[in-house]
């Protein structure tokens, strides 16, 4: 089945330890662990250097908490956007996280991962 198909819980399902892995690698700044899930688009841009001056100049992204909400899920085109409610152990308030997947070849991976 496409995941273009699936009901959003089921989609929520697949996002969230792909979600988790993400939060959990930026708080330490892992860049392998980080990119695990990434499609072969989005490793070419994440490059280790670029990845490191964001964690070195962004408090929200090396303090992430790690317990997030998936709220919903919005479909576009070939890739399904996962939204979170995110807190920070560091800053106060509430930030929204967007994780885009699609497909490549058989594989569900990450085609974006924006937090705001």
């Known amino acids: 089945?496409?995941?273009?198909?699936?009901?959003?819980?089921?989609i929520i399902k697949i996002a969230d330890p792909i979600w988790q892995n993400l939060v959990k690698s930026s708080n330490?700044?892992?860049y392998g662990g980080f990119t695990r899930d990434f499609s072969s688009q989005m490793l070419y841009g994440a490059n280790e250097i670029e990845l490191?001056?964001?964690?070195?100049?962004n408090d929200l992204i090396t303090n992430l908490a790690e317990?997030?909400?998936?709220?919903?899920?919005?479909r576009r085109g070939l890739y399904v956007s996962v939204l979170y409610k995110q807190t920070?152990?560091?800053l106060p308030?509430?930030?929204?996280g967007r994780l885009v997947l699609g497909e490549e070849g058989s594989l569900i991976k990450v085609?974006?991962?924006?937090?705001?």
Do not use: R
Not at 67 to 74: N, Q, R, S, T
């Open 28 to 30: 330490i700044k892992d």
């Open 93 to 96: 308030g509430e930030f929204l």
């Open 67 to 74: 317990d997030c909400k998936a709220f919903g899920c919005l």
């Open 111 to 116: 085609f974006g991962a924006t937090i705001f």
């Open 52 to 57: 490191g001056k964001q964690w070195a100049s």
């Open 88 to 90: 920070s152990t560091k």
């Open 1 to 10: 089945m496409s995941l273009l198909d699936k009901t959003d819980k089921e």
